[in-house]
């Protein structure tokens, strides 16, 4: 089992610390060579989803990694990493990657009350923190999305089957829930 991770801008390193803790090995994807490395499943970070849509564009990596998603490589989306997942970013133009069936708001609690954390349940799971940083919510679900959390009556976690996304950084806590929960997608993927 290898996870590549997307280290072009953001929290790559905070979500390769879980992995590690979860046993489960790891590679930056910085550049497209990186891409051809086999991998059982891909993190996209938290960070500045413009950016980031721009670096993956520039470095030739976008149409590549819309391809393995499209595929059906797992892959799991943390905020900026769920926007750039997002059939339509309400309040943006630009379309991404746009795999996942869901209408998403960016920088959606305001860019003031922006940051918070909170604990709250996941995929039935009881008592998981979340850290919002700038962070989107889901405003609308396609019929194949599942709403895996919900916080204020705003959905933050959805997983379309092997596509995963929440608008918190569960890499910023010490729990491992939400990475294992997809490090089972990519087992199950594989078997
Ligand atoms: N607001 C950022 C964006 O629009 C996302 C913030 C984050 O990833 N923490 O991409």
Redesign the pocket.
């Known amino acids: 089992m290898k996870i590549g991770i997307l280290a072009l801008q ?1 929290a790559f390193i905070e979500h390769a610390k879980m992995l590690q803790a979860l046993n489960v090995d790891s590679f930056e994807i910085r550049q497209k060579k990186d891409l051809d490395q086999p991998m059982d499943g891909i993190i996209l970070p ?4 413009t950016t980031m849509y721009k670096l993956l564009v520039d470095l030739e990596m976008f149409d590549i990694i819309k391809e393995k998603i499209i595929n059906g490589l797992p892959v799991f989306g943390t ?2 990493g769920l ?1 750039l997942l997002a059939k339509t970013v309400h309040n943006h133009s630009n379309p991404y990657i746009q795999t996942m069936d869901i209408v998403a708001r ?2 959606a609690y305001g860019r003031q009350l922006g940051s918070f954390r909170t604990v709250s349940s996941f995929a039935g799971k009881a008592n998981v923190p979340f850290v919002f ?4 919510y889901v405003e609308s679900i396609g019929k194949d999305v599942e709403v895996l959390a919900v916080v204020d009556d705003k959905i933050v976690a959805v997983r379309q089957g092997n596509q995963l996304a929440t608008a918190f ?1 569960p890499e910023l806590t010490k729990d491992l829930s939400i990475h294992e929960y997809f490090i089972d997608i990519c087992k199950k993927a594989i078997s």
Request: with cysteine; net charge positive.
């Open positions: 953001g938290g960070g500045e989803s905020c900026a926007l960016k920088n940083i700038r962070a989107p950084h």
